[in-house]
């Protein structure tokens, strides 16, 4: 930080600040650079419901451009009551669905006793935005050796956000990822409200690669598009979009899921934008 305002106060995240000695983290999965310089788009499913489910949308995903599949095996409800995912079996499908289409995977774990588990299968280790503080699964995250992404908890500050990312460096891993994925505010016409100060704010506070969810931050399919421009204009590595065959019979979060066809004029839109290596650091300093 340049500005003669600038606090001088050291962040209380010290590994995921940005300083001088630490510019930009580069998250390499090999074929996919995050934080590169290119935004990276990683689409799919909100749950993995069978193979043939998901394999559709992974082909699709892949033939618009997405550069990583995402697919929840185990899933965070509020109820109970709703589909929980297929657990090992969800795995098995995604790794399948990485096989044939070339695109790395990303999965959430849900808890610590599955977390070896699922490091076996994913490429990255999403931590979901109601386990944002739960510290034990972060550090054993952190342990497993996978790339790691913390989603913000709906309530979580952006320091607490950054603190929890904190928690996977300390460990000794350096490579995770944020994701903005939309805060509870006094709005409902919205499921949540993308926070997009956060992503201009962690991008200038940390040196770690921001994804931005619009699916989640906005609930509704039709604000995913706008909202998705507006996350990497404002500096997002990247983005993670919910993508459905049939969003209508989804058996979680259809009515924020593009089906194939929105998710392709999406990409084309980006691809238009983006298709140049650009200066991602614009304004931030
Ligand atoms: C998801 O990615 O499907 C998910 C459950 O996200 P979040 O933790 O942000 O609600
Ligand atoms: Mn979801």
Known sequence: MSNANASTKPAPYRLAARTDAHQ?????????????????????????????????????????????????????????????????????ILAKARAETGLPIITEALNTADLDLVAEYTDVIQIGARNMQNFALLEAAGRTGRPVMVKRGPAGTIEEWLLAAEYVLATGNPNVILCERGIRTFENATRNTLDLNAVAMAKHRSHLPVIVDPSHGTGKWYLVAPLALAGLAVGGDGLMIEVHHDPDHASSDGPQSLNHEHFADLMEKINQQYAQPVAREVGLN
Do not use: W
């Not at 799919?44 to 043939?52: D, F, K, L």
């Not at 998901?54 to 618009?64: C, G, K, Q, R």
């Not at 990583?68 to 509020?78: E, S, V």
């Open 24 to 92: 930009a983290t580069i998250v390499d999965l090999g074929s996919v650079k995050i934080g590169g310089g290119q935004p990276v788009v990683m689409a799919g499913p909100c749950s993995v419901e069978s193979e043939s489910q998901l394999l559709n949308t992974a082909y699709a995903v892949a033939e618009a451009g997405a550069h990583m599949l995402r697919g929840g095996a185990f899933k965070p409800r509020t109820s109970p009551y709703a589909f929980r995912g297929l657990g090992e079996a969800g795995l098995k």
